[in-house]
Structure formats: structure tokens, C-alpha cells
């Protein structure tokens, strides 16, 4: 085939491939716009906060449409009883008094917060990713369901509720797949794997990962491991800081610092230090770009749609280097023994059978590392931005945490664990208390009961972290930031074990990297404020911008500013 015919062939692969995809977007379009149409027609019926007619009763059922029965809502009815009769509207289903939990014995449904309450509750909040739930928590108690358009949690407020999430086995609320059933009204499986986790192709498949959870215990809580990534992390952390601050004139936005440098660390624990120091910053630079990108509600919608063609170029490119690292590992043909593993792939490839090149457990380790690389990431540079520019506020702090460091035996694992860095963790914990990473989400296995109110079965559940972490029965005067609450090691255990203060989970709902995330931030947080001066000019106020309404903290309105100079 000579060039000429080489070209026209890929051109007509090219706009097969691009009229396939069209295809598939107008399809999943369709689907949107029929969901649409039912959320306009839910959000007017009157019970949904709308001024109902005195002479009018109506009973209302959430819709339960499907991918595969779209029309199904206008089947449905509510009954408009009146004076003069009944007159039957196609809003919601037949057989709402079922559905409703009205038959004898059944417990009532949460109660539905409308489209248009919700909507009403997001502007109030300033287009924020959340909503005003204090004010619906008023309305509605401590437990309803909101409309956020592609799926309807069920939302949880105060201790009593994080007390159910803590003690609540797998068997009723699990935390796998949470959101994925209730978002596949308007993504596949694939779509919502790649919007939520932008570095991979399909959902982790647990027939090839049958040991998951005892890759995750045996990597991020034994002993040894932790002790040989401590060393490494510890490298990789005063490296990126030497260099990024060479040219920290100027106040710099401290997320992208704290990324960059957290992601180095990150590498370095799961790939080895040969591909950090190769492919490591790269690697960075497209997940920060992809997480940028897929921020949009285009990409969100419609992430494989042909005008999002940048995020899958820089996606695979991602995909790819990784995948030559498993593969060139897999070439040795030489399986290190336990002993032998330096980082996470190694006891991946040590605890799995028959992974051959090109199989699909290649593709599934690949997923797994870029899962992991999320879980890491989000959360120890959300804490780490939060947790200093609180401790740039306050020199003193500074001061009272570098004595307590020089007290400290650095080269020893037992220094970077729970209550070796008092004043640091009281910091760190209340920091956490008001600035929580995110919501709690669990997906419910069956029917439960909590409050007289019956949470039904494949339910997303979420619990609003700072009801409880903003309880002024718990903590009095909850907006003023006082570490002292958490001076205390012995009260921060209780207030964990007891379930009114949640960081890294509590008993069997801890999380699994919950030693390897405090061993790499402090180890962070020591080389910070060891070899460097800090300062910022933002105010308490100002971190304090998102906390009444917002959802789950990420980051405050403002950019975080500090400034880092080396410390002579």
C-alpha cells in the first residue's frame, strides 16, 4: 500500500471513528435532554416547595426513571385530591403510596428536597460545588434527599449520622461504587470512570485484583515498607522544595507547590525512584493539567466526546508511560521476593499471579496505581495547603513546633506517627475540624433505618462532614480556630473513637494509607519548616469563606498565597 493509499485509508478510519462518536454523543444528548425534561417537570409540582393550592392535596414520589425505560416518568402519576374531585397529573409514579413507604409497618422516605430548592440553595452559595445545607437541615432534619440533577443522595447532618457511617458494616453501607449506579442515568461505567478518575479506561475489576485490599495493608501499614518510604519520600520532598524555592521571590500559590512536591513523594512510593527521576515531573504536569480539564462540564458530561480530544491524548500519554514501567518490571522474569520490593508496583507484581505483557492485568494495575495516585494526591495536598498557611499565620506555632522537632529522633519511623508531634498534630487536627477534605459517601446495600426515616436500598448516602465538626455542643465556638482543642492526645483519641471528630476514619472504616498519609505530610511539614521561613498575608477571615454552606472543602475562595524563603 503506498503512501497515498495509507492516508486515504487512516482519513476514512479516522472520520468512521469521529461519525461513531457522534453518534454515541447524540445518543447520550437525547438521554440527558429526556432527564432534563423530567427534573422541570419535578421541580414545579407544589409539594416540592412551591405554594400548593389550600383546596389541594397532593402525594409525592420521587421519579424513578431508568437508562433503559426513559420514558417511564410519564407513566407515573400524582393524585390531586380536591374539592370538586380527583384529577390525575403524569408527574410521578402509579404507585406512589408503595413507593412512598406508606404501606402498614414501613417507615416514611427521606424527605425530596425539589430541583429548584436545590438550585435556589447553590446560588445562595455562590456557585460553590455544594449547597446551604444549614438551611435545609432546618427545614428538613437530619435527613433528606436533594435533587442534584444526575443523581439524588441522600444527605446525612449531625453526630448521630456519623456515628452510622462509622459503625455500619460493608453489608449495609459499603464505600465501594458508591456513586457509580446512580450516575449511569447518563454515563456508562467507562464514561464515569474516566470523568471521575481521568487517568483510567474502565473500572477497577476485583476479578483481576482479587487481593486488592491486602495489596493496600500489606504496602501502606506494615512496618518495613513504611520504614524504606520514609527515606525515599523524605529525598524526593527536599528536592522539589530546593527547587522551587530557587525562584520564590514573591508570595506563589501554595497548592501548586504542595502538588508538585507531594506528587514527587507519591511517585516515588509507588513507581520507585528510577521512573520519578524519568517520567515523575511529566507525570505531574499531565495530572495537573487533566484535572483541570476535567473540570468542565463538557468533559463532564461528555468526557469522550471529539472536542475533548486533548484530555485523551494526555491521558494515554499518562497511561503509557506507567505501563511501560509494569511491563519492563515484568520483563525481568525474575519475581523479587517480599523483601526485596522497594515500592508499591513491586508488591503489586509480587502478590500477583500470571501477569503477563499485554494482558489485562496490565491494564488493571495501570488503573490501580492511577486510583491510588487520586486517593494520595487530593488529600494530602488539600491538608498540606490548609494546614500552612494556618501555621504561617502564627509564628509562634512555628517556633513551638521547630523545638519540638529538635526533641526528635528524625531518622526513626516512630517520630512521624500519631502523638510524637504534639503541637503539629493539634494544628493539623483542627485545621482538618474546620477545612474538611470532603464528604463522607457510602452506598447503601439495603434498607436501613436511622431517625423513624427508612433509607432505601441503592441509595447514595452522603454525610455533611461539618455538621457535626461545626456542633457547638461538641466544639464550642466551632468557627474560631484553636488548636488547643486538640493539644490533648488522649481527647483527640476519644473525639475520634466516639466518632465527632473524623480525619482518617474510625475502627474498621479507617482508612487503609491512613499511616503512610501522616508519615509523608509531616515528613513534608518537617522539611518546610526546618530549612525554610514561611509567611503569608492572608487573613483568618478569609479561610474562613467557604465554611457555612460549603459541601466539603477543597479550597477557599482566595488563592492560597505563601511565601518561602530559605531560613539563614
Not at 416 to 430: I, K, S, V
Request: glycine fraction near 4%; include cysteine; charge should be positive.
Amino acid at each position: 500500500m503506498n503512501p497515498a493509499e495509507i492516508s486515504a485509508f487512516q482519513r476514512l478510519e479516522y472520520d468512521a471513528g469521529f461519525q461513531r462518536q457522534v453518534a454515541t454523543q447524540l445518543h447520550r444528548v437525547v438521554r440527558v435532554l429526556i432527564r432534563v425534561k423530567t427534573m422541570a417537570v419535578q421541580a414545579f409540582v407544589p409539594s416540592w416547595g412551591c405554594a400548593a393550592p389550600r383546596s389541594a392535596h397532593w402525594d409525592y414520589v420521587p421519579i424513578a426513571s431508568s437508562p433503559s425505560r426513559p420514558f417511564s416518568w410519564f407513566r407515573s402519576h400524582v393524585r390531586r385530591r380536591s374539592s370538586t374531585g380527583t384529577r390525575t397529573h403524569a408527574v410521578t409514579r402509579a404507585d406512589s403510596e408503595a413507593a412512598q413507604g406508606r404501606a402498614v409497618g414501613q417507615k416514611p422516605m427521606p424527605t425530596q428536597v425539589s430541583l429548584w430548592e436545590t438550585l435556589q440553595a447553590l446560588q445562595r452559595n455562590a456557585g460553590v460545588a455544594g449547597f446551604a445545607v444549614d438551611e435545609l437541615r432546618a427545614k428538613y432534619g437530619d435527613v433528606f434527599r436533594v435533587d442534584l440533577g444526575v443523581f439524588k443522595p441522600v444527605i446525612l447532618c449531625g453526630h448521630d449520622s456519623l456515628r452510622l457511617m462509622a459503625n455500619a458494616p460493608d453489608s449495609e453501607l459499603s464505600f465501594g461504587a458508591n456513586m457509580v449506579p446512580a450516575l449511569q442515568i447518563v454515563m456508562e461505567p467507562k464514561d464515569y470512570a474516566a470523568t471521575v478518575f481521568p487517568f483510567m479506561d474502565y473500572p477497577l475489576d476485583p476479578t483481576l485484583m482479587p487481593n486488592f485490599e491486602k495489596m493496600l495493608v500489606e504496602a501502606f501499614r506494615k512496618t518495613n515498607h513504611l520504614t524504606k518510604y520514609r527515606e525515599r519520600s523524605q529525598t524526593a520532598i527536599r528536592r522539589e522544595l530546593a527547587r522551587l524555592a530557587e525562584d520564590n521571590f514573591a508570595e506563589t500559590d501554595f497548592v501548586e507547590v504542595c502538588s508538585r512536591v507531594l506528587f514527587a513523594s507519591s511517585t516515588t512510593i509507588l513507581l520507585g525512584d528510577r521512573f520519578a527521576s524519568a517520567y515523575g515531573y511529566q507525570l505531574w504536569r499531565d495530572y495537573f493539567e487533566l484535572e483541570a480539564l476535567a473540570k468542565g462540564p463538557g468533559y463532564q458530561l461528555m468526557p469522550n466526546a471529539p472536542w475533548n480530544a486533548k484530555v485523551q491524548i494526555v491521558r494515554r500519554k499518562a497511561r503509557r508511560a506507567i505501563q511501560d514501567e509494569i511491563e519492563r518490571r515484568i520483563a525481568r522474569s525474575l519475581k523479587p521476593t517480599l523483601d526485596e520490593t522497594d515500592d508499591y508496583l513491586d508488591i503489586i507484581l509480587y502478590m500477583m499471579d500470571d501477569v503477563t505483557i499485554g494482558s489485562r492485568k496490565v491494564g488493571a494495575i495501570v488503573d490501580q496505581i492511577m486510583s491510588i495516585f487520586l486517593a494520595m494526591h487530593i488529600t494530602t495536598v488539600t491538608s498540606a495547603s490548609w494546614t500552612t498557611v494556618r501555621l504561617a499565620q502564627d509564628p509562634g506555632a512555628i517556633k513551638t513546633i521547630r523545638d519540638e522537632l529538635a526533641s526528635l529522633d528524625l531518622t526513626q519511623l516512630a517520630s512521624f506517627l500519631p502523638g510524637a508531634m504534639r503541637t503539629l498534630d493539634a494544628y493539623w487536627n483542627e485545621t482538618m475540624r474546620i477545612a474538611t477534605i470532603g464528604p463522607l459517601p457510602r452506598w447503601a446495600m439495603k434498607d436501613i433505618e436511622f431517625q423513624g426515616v427508612r433509607i432505601p436500598a441503592k441509595s447514595t448516602v452522603v454525610h455533611y462532614m461539618n455538621t457535626t465538626h461545626l456542633d457547638p455542643t461538641i466544639y464550642p465556638d466551632p468557627l474560631l480556630f484553636d488548636p488547643n482543642r486538640f493539644l490533648d492526645p488522649q481527647v483527640t483519641k476519644e473525639l475520634t473513637r466516639s466518632a465527632k471528630f473524623w480525619k482518617f476514619g474510625v475502627g474498621a472504616h479507617t482508612c487503609t494509607g491512613s499511616r503512610l498519609g501522616e508519615m509523608v505530610l509531616k515528613l513534608f511539614w518537617t522539611e518546610l519548616l526546618s530549612t525554610y521561613e514561611i509567611s503569608t498575608s492572608m487573613t483568618a477571615a478569609q479561610l474562613l469563606d467557604f465554611v457555612p454552606s460549603k459541601f466539603g472543602a477543597e479550597m477557599p475562595k482566595e488563592t492560597m498565597r505563601v511565601k518561602i524563603i530559605p531560613r539563614t
